[in-house]
């Protein structure tokens, strides 16, 4: 159902994106794909609508969002999330996995068991026994990070040199995906001649907020599919006006009405779960940057609807009363535009979403 608020499965229910799947499918070609889009795009319900049309695939599904408000991600955290994805395979396949230093299969379920002790699990041993399956068994092995920005905060550990050993030598996919755009970049340090993954070709799918037109189609074959009529044509254009194309506010929105039966109240609704869950987010970025909090508020409020490098200098400079240093202002700037909480156009930075403009 259109208007249910999880992330889709079928792809029945996934609305006007056949292009990005089958690019998707493409990009299975290529050993890293980086799948990217702000929140709410519709990611993750690509990733299981692939995920349930490629089932002769073995899928290792990494669900990161959960690191979203921590400050740091440990190797054991990394491992644990593996860990979890392998016991969701089924018991057939989970009993290939032996003979990795570090793992034991235990119990008649052949439970899948990492150690922590001395004898830890080398996720670069994992990563071979994953190639091996794969050879074996004459299907792909597909490694998907949801959320991968949250790979920067991995500590202690540099997980860049066995990706880029993966790449090279092993018979792996690797899925990246991302709302945090300019993070996963960072990350991956592909531009970065020092880093190992420097200069490897990665294919790349873009997830694009619905345009109006979309948006309203959109809307209208939800309302169909669960039989009520909206009000009128002004009505769909009204929602698109006050929530913009994101699919996930257009589904709450949907959701809402169909409870509520009020076009008000859906948006009332909609508007309010959007502002707290952004705020929320935002505060997620702040973790680890507190010391310029408010300054991070200040530029928010004033590039709601719009502002410039110079526009942005001044006006802290005249909040704080003292000079700011120019690269300074930039870091601040490129910290939240790779955050996608802004965006870059010409020289114009504006929210990346309508939302993000009500949320500050
Ligand atoms: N093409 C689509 N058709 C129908 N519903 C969609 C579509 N894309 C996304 N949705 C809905 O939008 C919401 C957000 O989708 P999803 O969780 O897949 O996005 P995401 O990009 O992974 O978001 P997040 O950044 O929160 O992880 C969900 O309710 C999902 O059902
Ligand atoms: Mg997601």
């Known amino acids: 159902m259109l208007f249910d608020p999880k992330p889709k499965e079928r792809r029945r229910d996934l609305f006007d994106r056949d292009d990005e799947l089958n690019r998707l499918k493409l990009g299975l070609n290529y050993p890293i794909t980086l799948l990217l889009g702000i929140r709410r795009s519709g990611k993750s319900s690509l990733i299981k609508v692939l995920m349930s ?12 969002r959960k690191y979203e408000g921590s400050p740091y991600m440990t190797y054991r955290h990394l491992l644990s999330e593996f860990e979890k994805a392998l016991n969701s395979w089924q018991e057939g396949l989970r009993r290939l996995i032996h003979g990795i230093r570090g793992v034991t299969l235990s119990g008649p379920g052949f439970e899948v068991r990492f ?50 050993y993966a790449y090279d030598n092993l018979k792996l996919n690797f899925i990246f995906t991302g709302s945090q755009i300019g993070m996963v970049y960072r990350f991956l340090k592909l531009k970065d001649p ?46 698109y006006d006050e929530l913009g194309g994101i699919p ?3 589904t709450y929105y949907g959701f809402n009405y169909m409870q509520f039966r009020s076009h008000e109240e859906a948006i009332k609704r909609t508007l309010e779960y959007a502002i707290q869950l952004i705020r929320q987010e935002f505060e997620n970025f702040l973790k680890g940057r507190e010391e ?13 609807s719009g502002c410039l490098w110079s526009g942005v200098k001044r006006f802290l400079e005249a909040r704080e009363g003292y000079r700011i240093d120019d690269k300074k202002v930039t870091e601040l700037l490129q910290n939240l535009v790779d955050a996608s909480f802004l965006t870059k156009e010409n020289e114009m930075y504006k929210p990346s979403d309508p939302l993000i403009a009500k949320a500050f």
Not at 53 to 64: F, M, N, S, T
Not at 137 to 150: T, Y
Request: hydrophobic share 40%; with cysteine; net charge negative.
């Open 53 to 64: 049309e490629e089932g002769d695939a073995i899928w290792v599904y990494l669900d990161l």
């Open 115 to 164: 150690n922590w002790g001395r004898d830890r699990v080398m996720f670069g041993d994992l990563l071979d026994k994953l190639s091996d399956i794969s050879e074996r068994e004459g299907r792909r092995v597909i490694i998907v990070f949801d959320e991968s920005q949250e790979l920067r905060k991995l500590k202690g550990y540099n997980i860049i040199y066995p990706l880029a």
């Open 194 to 239: 020092n880093s190992p993954l420097f200069g490897r070709a990665m294919f790349e799918v873009h997830v694009n907020p619905f345009t109006r037109e979309q948006s309203i189609e959109f809307l209208r074959a939800g309302f169909r599919e669960i039989g009520i009529s909206p009000v009128g044509e002004d009505m769909l254009e009204d929602v």
């Open 248 to 250: 996930g506010w257009l």
């Open 292 to 304: 310029a909090r408010e300054r991070y508020y200040a530029i928010m409020s004033l590039c709601k």
